[in-house]
Nanobody, 122 residues
Framework: QVQLVESGGGLVQAGGSLRLSCAFSGRTFSNYGMGWFRQAPGKEREFVAA???????SVAESVKGRFAISRDNAKNTMSLQMNSLKPEDTAVYYCGARFWVTPTRMGESEYWGKGTQVTVSS
């Protein structure tokens, strides 16, 4: 069974940076597409960024140029570097995984972490 644990969230001022990490365990990490999603209060969970098994990256337009996703298959981790943060980036950020396929939509992740809170103050 795949387990995902997010870390790195916190409170930051607008314009600041945070780096989120997702630790993967239970299966062979390199066989899984990985993604970041977020959910703000009162809103549906939305796609942020994803990275496939071969390193192909997809990024939502709302964060393009500000957020960067990466993975380290040797350490079984995925990261999200978030720069130039805005108050509208405030949300719980979730790590998602799917065997062989890159999850870029809400229904495409087979596994989820419990999330990490990111709060951006204005």
């Amino acid at each position: 069974q795949v387990q995902l644990v997010e870390s790195g969230g916190g409170l930051v001022q607008a314009g600041g940076s945070l780096r989120l990490s997702c630790a993967f365990s239970g299966r062979t990490f390199s066989n899984y597409g990985m993604g970041w999603f977020r959910q703000a209060p009162g809103k549906e969970r939305e796609f942020v960024a994803a990275i496939g098994r071969t390193g192909v990256i997809s990024v939502a337009e709302s964060v393009k140029g500000r957020f960067a996703i990466s993975r380290d298959n040797a350490k079984n981790t995925m990261s999200l570097q978030m720069n130039s943060l805005k108050p509208e980036d405030t949300a719980v950020y979730y790590c998602g995984a799917r065997f062989w396929v890159t999850p870029t939509r809400m229904g495409e992740s087979e596994y989820w972490g419990k999330g990490t809170q990111v709060t951006v103050s204005s």
